[in-house]
């Protein structure tokens, strides 16, 4: 085996890793390039934009925030110190989200060892969780992740979490008289997107914390008391995304290591961005994020592009 055959093998292992991130939709809005073996450049995959949802870019940035956070996670198990910048030349390169070169070599903590382990297992889960209430410390780790990567996880209260609820439903209604909206809603979750059975029911009943895709399947009561989080970033431009991308990911990790489920209620956040409005401030910064989380079953993984379709 020739030392480029083993490098190839080793980068592979890296993208793997990183094509296993949530995206807006699964859509996967990433590419990477590799140079000389010892860097790893990370590049906006535009034709995976959703232009009318996320005019902005927004959930595009915050998606590849999570796939370089897997990126990080397994150079650091394969026992190399990743150095990473963000958005290195965006003004001449503006596709060119972000640059990984290795440092040097060591053996990787106990932590990244197990969050590279955890990555295979991280899901989105749309069905209904049980009440069970998630406990404290476990709150306070997840809220310490997302601390360690430059962000705030706010957890609602009750009446945050009606609140919440409310301005879901009425941004899903505004959403839905929306043709552009539901065409591209359509050509990601009835196409090449988010397939039909990890999407979930739909809800029976007031409390329907549920992303609508408009081909739920079947019919189900969800938990009557919806523990919902807000991932905020202290500022709201292509640099604080890629940061809260990374801040959800390593969240979604140490909560997958507790059995915890996590879905998404980010319609606000889409009509916002759709409409050029000003967010819905929040003391601890900008909205980024809404996420439902609890105790869920085992669902199926969601389709990942092959590694060879990743590279640029």
Known sequence: MTIAHTIDLAARRLLVAAGEA???????????????GDVIEMLADWDRWLRV???RGRSLHVSCGAAL???????????????VELLPAAQEVPELLATMRFGTWGPPSAEMRELYELIPYRRTNRMPYNERLIPAPVLSEMRAAASTERASLIFLDPCGVT???????????ELAGDK???????????????????QGPLAVGEVDPVRDFGRRAGSTR?????????LAT?????MDWLRAGQALQRVLLVATKHAISMSYLNQPLDLRDMRRRSDPHHRSGHPQMIMRLGYG????????????????
């Open 22 to 36: 949530p995206s807006v939709h699964n859509t996967q809005p990433w590419r990477f390039r590799v140079r000389h």
């Open 180 to 198: 552009d909206y539901l065409a591209e809603l359509a050509t990601w979750t009835t196409g090449r997107g988010v397939p039909a059975h990890v």
């Open 69 to 83: 956070f897997n990126l990080r996670v397994a150079a650091h198990a394969a026992g190399r110190r990743p150095m």
């Open 163 to 173: 609140d919440m609820l409310d301005y879901a439903a009425i941004a899903q209604d």
């Open 234 to 238: 202290g500022s709201d431009g292509p």
């Open 222 to 230: 969800f938990e009557s008391r919806p523990q919902l989080a807000v």
């Open 297 to 312: 079953p085992i669902v199926a993984r969601a389709p990942r592009r092959p590694v060879t379709d990743l590279l640029a």
């Open 53 to 55: 949802s996320d005019p």
